[in-house]
């Protein structure tokens, strides 16, 4: 069977004045009906422009997609015209953002942003429309809903906004929700409600999820596989479960370690050691080698990920050789 | 990303704001042009009675007024007039008023921004919001006023165009006084040790004169075309003594039969703003890294 | 919004009386003015005055006299023009000028905007660099300049369009032209730099993410706030298209307020200037008001404030 969507090879490079940026640099997995992969990682290591790629949302002076396809449905995203993206965007992939406070527009009302994909995309009349955005925001939480349409974004709070943004990426009940850290200027409690919201589209519609966040809690709750990338690439990819029970590559496991709730001791908050590689200059071998300390001179060659278990892989080679 | 990084980012890179910033200049080549124009036009206008091929008032009757010529680069005017000489000191006295009037706005502009931003709150409310009301009013008319009902003397055309431009330059330096005042980066100056003086110099400064620069090299233009336009409708420079504005005005009434006496003068005029305005526009992207220009 | 309308209003008229009260004051007390006995005045003209304006009596008495008088539309008989009257002269005169500054101002815009709008939506390239160096000429080249010139290109040398006068449609083009330029330049660049900073802001990602036509984006998504800068222009522009009527006017011979106020200057027809400077100062405060409004219509986060 067919996935739903299918990444292969994606580079990313952005040509600024310091140097060619490769934000992302040959990463591929694939997207099944229904099921949510997360991209975990940390600030810089690529997972946010590898899916603004998907939808080219990426800048394009000074960015450029190098190489790779992206197929989903037949269409490769990356190599598609400019109407048959639209069409998709929007309507079939949905974006949430991560900040919430810019995400929407000043100068129209909640409501017509909410509309706005449904009077474009579904050719709804305005009062069929309407009455979906209300229902839309009643099912983000919003009180009040009706009154709600006609307010401006700078009427919400932050949390409200996020809200918004939310409803505003689910209204079309797209395929595939990408969201780029979605919750993280909810408290708990909504964050669990939204949570729940996503999960019952995925139980109705079979919708899949790719959830960038850099918090391992949000992807121990509710994802399926994860992926974990490193300076633009993936390091390891696995089911959830897996990873969680046994990481198999220094990065996951440092990360691990860092965890606040890792570190119930009372000693100093673990953190890994040196900084992240720059990205203008071409990494040899495993780029995480500079930083860890199982490494050893064969990290320097060429790295690639493999499969060492049922849906689990490492790009780490002691790990593959059953090292670590 | 915590401010704390970014401060400590600007406090390391506070000295080479400047460096940075005329590295960008450098690259900007009408900037550049202008720069050099203005500093030739300055230079010329400072020897001008050193190398002036005649006097500006010397007429002679028999040319009349006549086109260029190997003795007139630019012809001569309606008394026989050397064109040249006339606009080498028309651009003195254009020049200098731009430069003096300018001054007094940016001494106007500065203490009255400084003092509202300093002093914050009701104060500044109040005194902004005169500037807000003046901002609207059509100060040329007064200055025009003023020049009639109480003569037509140079000092007080200084003092009224000045009284012209000050606004938006108290505006700016509040603005940055203001958001000086909140910035993390002192406190995060302070709490690493610098001393309240070279958080001054290092700091305060350099942010407040970059957009104190950039819109005075912006006023100059104006004020020059304010003095053109007075002296044109016969308010402003009075003769003998000549300004480009003047010049204009008397090169538009014999347009027909001597169009060089239109022409030259314009371009001298227009050249000047041109690299003036050429000038603090990149002086302003240079200054201002979050300008996208590229 | 009424509330800001209403406090605008309220600010607006001791503004106005500011104005007015200072240079009534101005004339009355320079020297050489016509209360100067040592001036001659056209017996006329003298026996009008004399008859309007007690100028025995106390300066005080002098002064609630003209505000009488204003407060009852009456701006006073002319002091150079034997017949008629400044109201007279000004409704002659104003909605000439009226006319040619709506047509400067529908120039500006029209060509402002686009040019801006153009630029914003490709930067840095031939779109970009042309229009924006054109504009740099429009606001270097000053309108007392560009109107001479445009006349002798196009008035004189092709004989395309009169050399004066305000009759016909077509002595209507060169002299809008030229008070126009300027502004139209200003307002490119403002455009250009409202449209590029709204275009850099996320929303418009997001936007984008929703799968909006381009054209859709910028119209119904950037233009608000991209003119907002434009909007905020509108005062003093309004202020500067005023001064800038003085020259268009002398210089295309046309019948209107700027070039009868320039000329009341020189003639030191002190009514006449008065009157003047209260139709303007008056105009430009409501065109503020307007210009304000608009920007609170536009941008929701304005209108709380």
Not at chain 1, 78 to 94: H, M, P, V, W
Not at chain 1, 286 to 295: K, T, V, Y
Request: aromatic letters at 8%.
């Amino acid at each position: 069977m067919m996935s739903l969507l299918t990444v292969d090879n994606l580079a990313t490079h952005f040509h600024t004045r310091a140097g060619i940026v490769r934000a992302v640099d040959g990463v591929s997995y694939s997207l099944e009906k229904g099921q949510t992969l997360g991209i975990v990682g940390e600030s810089g290591s690529g997972k946010s422009v590898s899916c603004y790629s998907l939808l080219g949302l990426i800048p394009m002076p000074p960015g450029r997609i190098e190489s790779g396809s992206a197929y989903f449905d037949g269409v490769d995203l990356l190599n598609a015209s400019k109407d048959e993206l639209r069409k998709i965007r929007g309507q079939r992939i949905s974006m949430i953002f991560q900040d919430p406070m810019t995400a929407l527009n000043p100068y129209m009302t909640i409501g017509a942003q909410l509309m706005e994909p449904l009077l474009l995309h579904r050719g709804l009349s305005k009062e069929a429309a309407a009455k979906r955005s209300i229902d839309m925001l009643e099912a983000v939480g919003i009180q009040d809903a009706e009154q709600r349409m006609n307010a401006h974004p700078h009427q919400f709070s932050g949390g409200m906004r996020q809200r918004v943004v939310i409803a505003m990426a689910l209204i079309t009940e797209p395929e595939i929700l990408i969201a780029d850290e979605p919750t993280t200027a909810l408290d708990v409690t909504i964050q669990a409600q939204i949570l729940e919201l996503i999960k019952s589209l995925q139980e109705k519609n079979g919708m899949a999820v790719i959830l960038i966040t850099h918090d391992l809690g949000v992807i121990a709750g509710i994802c399926d596989s994860v992926a974990v990338m490193y300076a633009g690439r993936l390091v390891e990819q696995a089911t959830a479960s897996s990873l969680f029970h046994s990481p198999r590559h220094p990065y996951t496991h440092a990360l691990m370690k860092s965890l606040p709730s890792m570190n119930t001791d009372g000693k100093e908050l673990y953190s890994i050691p040196g900084m992240p590689p720059d990205l203008t200059k071409p990494i040899e071998g495993c780029s995480f080698s500079a930083r860890c300390e199982h490494a050893i001179e064969a990290c320097r060659d060429d790295i690639h990920l493999h499969t060492i278990m049922l849906n689990h892989a490492t790009a780490c080679i002691r790990a593959q050789k059953g090292e670590l | 990303m915590p401010n704390t990084s970014e401060s400590t980012y600007e406090v390391e890179q506070g000295q080479s704001l400047w460096k940075d910033a005329f590295r960008r200049l450098k690259k900007n080549k009408l900037a550049l042009f202008g720069a050099c124009f203005l500093i030739f036009l300055t230079g010329i206008s400072l020897i001008t009675p050193l190398i002036a091929p005649y006097e500006y008032d010397a007429p002679d009757y028999r040319l009349g007024a006549s086109g260029p010529s190997a003795e007139h680069w630019f012809g001569t005017d309606l008394i026989g007039r050397d064109l040249f000489t006339r606009i080498l000191y028309g651009g003195r006295i254009s020049l200098m008023v731009g430069f003096v009037a300018t001054a007094v706005s940016l001494l106007v502009g500065v203490l009255y921004g400084a003092t509202a931003g300093f002093l914050g709150g009701r104060t500044d409310s109040v005194m902004m919001r005169i500037v807000d009301i003046m901002y609207a009013l059509p100060f040329t008319i007064f200055v025009i006023i003023l020049m009639v009902f109480l003569g037509r003397n140079i000092i007080l055309l200084f003092l009224a165009i000045g009284a012209v431009e000050w606004l938006t330059m108290a505006r700016i330096v509040r603005s940055q006084i203001l958001s000086l005042k909140e910035k993390e980066f002192v406190e995060a100056a302070i709490s690493m040790g610098l001393s309240r003086f070279q958080i001054l110099t290092r700091h305060l400064i350099p942010n407040t004169l970059g957009p104190v620069i950039v819109y005075t090299t912006l006023t100059i233009p104006n004020v020059m075309l304010l003095e053109a336009f007075l002296s044109f409708l016969g308010l402003g420079v009075q003769p003998p003594m000549s300004s480009w504005g003047l010049l204009i005005h008397d090169g538009a009434d014999s347009m027909l039969e001597s169009p060089w006496l239109l022409i030259y003068p314009s371009i001298a005029l227009s050249l000047t703003l041109f690299s003036l305005n050429f000038l603090g526009d990149g002086l302003r992207d240079a200054l201002d890294p979050r300008v996208a220009k590229d | 919004m009424k509330k800001i309308v209403l406090k605008r209003l309220l600010e607006s008229i001791p503004v106005l009386w500011a104005i007015v009260t200072i240079t009534f004051f101005l004339i009355r007390l320079a020297p050489g003015g016509p209360f100067d006995r040592e001036k001659e005045l056209d017996p006329q003209i003298q026996e009008r005055i004399e008859a309007h304006y007690n100028l025995n009596a106390p300066l005080m008495e002098q002064y609630t006299d003209y505000m009488g008088g204003l407060l009852s539309g009456d701006f006073g008989p002319s002091f150079k023009n034997a017949s008629s009257s400044v109201n007279e002269l000004i409704a002659q005169s104003f909605p000439v000028s009226l006319e040619l500054g709506f047509y400067a101002l529908c120039v500006a815009l029209l060509i402002g905007l686009t040019a801006g709008i153009i630029a914003a939506l490709k930067p840095n390239s031939w779109q970009d660099y042309t229009p924006m160096t054109l504009a740099m000429i429009g606001i270097c080249v000053p309108n007392f300049v560009l109107g001479p010139i445009l006349l002798f290109i196009f008035g004189i040398n092709l004989g395309w369009f009169p050399v004066s006068g305000w009759e016909e449609a077509v002595d209507k083009v060169l002299p809008s032209i030229t008070l126009g330029a300027m502004y139209a330049a200003y307002i490119a660049r403002l455009s250009r730099g409202g449209m590029l900073e709204v275009l850099s802001n996320d929303f418009i990602r997001t936007a984008r993410a929703k799968g909006l036509s381009e054209t859709r984006l910028i119209l119904k998504h950037a233009l608000r706030g991209g003119v907002t800068p434009v909007i905020a222009f509108l005062g003093p522009a309004t202020a500067g298209l005023l001064s800038g009527s003085f020259v268009v006017e002398t210089v295309f011979q046309i019948p209107g307020l700027g070039k009868l106020f320039v000329e009341s200057a020189f003639n030191r027809d002190y009514t006449m200037i008065l009157g003047t400077v209260i139709l303007y100062a008056t105009l430009i405060l409501i065109l503020n008001l307007i210009s304000d409004l608009l920007l609170t219509w536009i941008d929701p986060r304005l209108r709380n404030a």
